[in-house]
């Protein structure tokens, strides 16, 4: 079971500013990925739960929208001190209900407080205009408001740090919040809540309920007083989502599936390629949506560089994510394995070559060898399908064009990488892109400063950056007359 003198687990709802169970009284399991053992359990909400959620939230917001955009950055301030000051206890939570390598999950938990910094930031730059009016006695102002209830809907992968982009901007922006955190891992969803109360932010503006998907989801979408959906996820349920938000017409951001391709010309440094391979692949064992997928090497360097990533791979140190110096935990569950085992099935039946790990590791459990695959086709299962693994599958290209079009042949476009030596080639190849973020001979590049997001099937929005807090943001056209000026 979980230690339960950590001062941010709770298992219950947070709704209005009280801690309440479901009301059939029902919970769900939380378990430990690494032992596989229960850890504690969450309620299991349904619709009734969300709704009073909403409800307080609509409540709280006609207070919070009145708040200075200084007050808001104050607590937003102090929600990222508090989460530095205790990312300790918090980076533990995360890597037992998760799995992740606590290194990882402290450096998840330091993105959160960046996250939120960079928000107390933006919550006092949201500039209106004031327009050269055409008319002479009339003045246009051009305001922005927040939106008032907002609804996220979160993944296992990221637990703290992708509530830490919706709450952020949330608040900064004067909205209140219904959030919905996974199943698989409701502690770090329900520690936003602990920690909102313990900066004193207002009852009801961060509410957290844990249940049902389906019931949850469909009331947020459907309650005509929640005016914005934010959800990070599979493509599969944003789209489900952005068709049951048509029906009251709320804004939307989805940020959802990737297939990222790794692009290395014969022109790179090797060794940096590599470098950014291994953090590009592996960072959280392969379950990021902005992690490598496909990996395209130019015909020169092929064999150097599946033989230094194999050789690299290898080295990685798979275990438990709070023992000492382990790299790669365990993937999330049994069925993660069970896809990551199909996938390589696909491939070697199809010609490709095992050259690092290729099975479950002697752990046991959910526990993966990092691996590496030589000889990729396109026509192997991961070039379209996310492999969600730690699992490096090596295509070889002759040409720029040829390794461009095969990068593109996806219908995601979140995030993709490319190493090169040649400036020209950096900007052809970076323009011929079609995805929303490139990293150029970088394998890591999440940042607050710069705005997360996709295209094409990938999502719609963005956060981070100055374009992060749009969203939460509606504009307002202000047109005074009979001014007689
Ligand atoms: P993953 O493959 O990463 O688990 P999902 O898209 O299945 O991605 O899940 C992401 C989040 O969406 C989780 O919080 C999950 O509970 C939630 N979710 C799944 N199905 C639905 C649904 N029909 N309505 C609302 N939320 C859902």
């Known amino acids: 079971m979980l230690s339960k003198s950590n001062p941010y687990l709770r298992e219950a709802n947070l709704i209005g500013g009280k801690w309440v169970p479901a009301d059939s009284g029902k919970t769900i399991d939380v378990t430990n990925p690494a032992t596989g053992l229960k850890l504690g359990t969450v309620p299991k909400s349904g619709a009734a739960e969300t709704r009073r959620a909403v409800e307080a939230a609509h409540v709280a917001f006609q207070t919070f929208r009145k708040t200075t955009a200084l007050e808001r950055s104050k607590l937003l301030r102090k ?3 508090a989460l530095m000051d205790n990312q300790q206890a918090l980076a533990e939570l995360l890597t037992m209900e998760q799995g992740k390598s606590l290194t990882e999950a402290k ?28 008319w002479a006695d009339r003045r246009i102002l051009v305001t922005r408001e927040p939106v008032g209830v907002i609804a996220a809907i979160t993944p296992w992968n990221f637990p703290s740090s992708m509530l830490a982009r919706k709450i952020g901007p949330a608040i900064a922006a004067g909205c209140t919040a219904v959030v919905k955190p996974a199943s698989q891992t409701p502690y770090s969803g329900l520690a936003w ?40 996820g599979s493509t599969e349920v944003g789209k489900v989502l952005m068709a049951k938000a048509a029906g009251t017409v709320k804004k939307v951001s989805m940020e959802l599936g990737g297939n990222a391709p790794f692009l290395v010309f014969d022109d790179a440094d090797l060794d940096r390629a590599v470098e950014g391979a291994i953090t ?15 990996f395209f090497v130019q015909a020169g360097i092929y064999d150097k560089f599946v033989e230094k990533l194999a050789a690299a791979s290898n080295r990685l140190k798979v275990g438990p994510g709070l023992d000492d110096g ?33 099975k479950r590791h002697s752990l046991g459990g959910s526990f993966f060898e990092p691996t590496v695959i030589s000889g990729a086709k396109p026509q192997m299962r991961f070039m379209k399908e996310e492999i969600f693994g730690p699992v490096a599958p090596v295509f070889r290209f002759d040409t720029e064009a040829e390794a461009v079009a095969l990068a593109n042949d996806t219908e995601y476009g979140l995030a993709c990488y490319f190493y090169t030596g ?64």
């Not at 590049?445 to 374009?467: C, D, M, N, W, Y």
């Open 326 to 358: 382990v790299q790669q935990g365990p993937l999330i569950d049994d069925k993660a394995v069970e896809k990551v085992e199909e996938l390589i099935a696909d491939a070697t039946t199809k010609g490709g070559k095992v050259v690092a790990g290729g």
């Open 280 to 294: 590009a692949k592996y960072r959280n064992s392969g379950q990021t949506c902005v992690c490598t997928n496909r």
């Open 79 to 81: 929600l990222a001190d």
């Open 193 to 232: 809540g602990a920690l909102a109360e313990e900066v004193g932010i207002p009852a009801g503006v961060v509410n957290v309920v844990t249940g049902s998907a389906a019931e949850i989801g469909d009331e947020l979408t459907a309650n005509p007083l929640v005016k914005k959906i934010t959800f990070t």
């Open 422 to 485: 040649d400036l020209g080639r950096a900007f052809r190849v970076m323009e011929g892109l079609k995805y929303g973020m490139v990293g150029v001979n970088e394998g890591l590049i999440t940042t607050p400063e710069a705005p997360f997001g996709g295209v094409k099937e990938s999502g719609l929005g963005r956060e981070g950056g100055h374009q992060g807090i749009e969203d939460y943001l509606d504009t307002k056209y202000v047109c005074i007359g009979g001014l007689g000026l």
């Open 107 to 134: 450096g998840e938990v330091a993105s959160s407080a960046a996250y939120v910094q960079w928000f107390a930031e933006e919550a006092r730059r949201t500039y209106g205009d004031v327009v050269p009016s055409p």
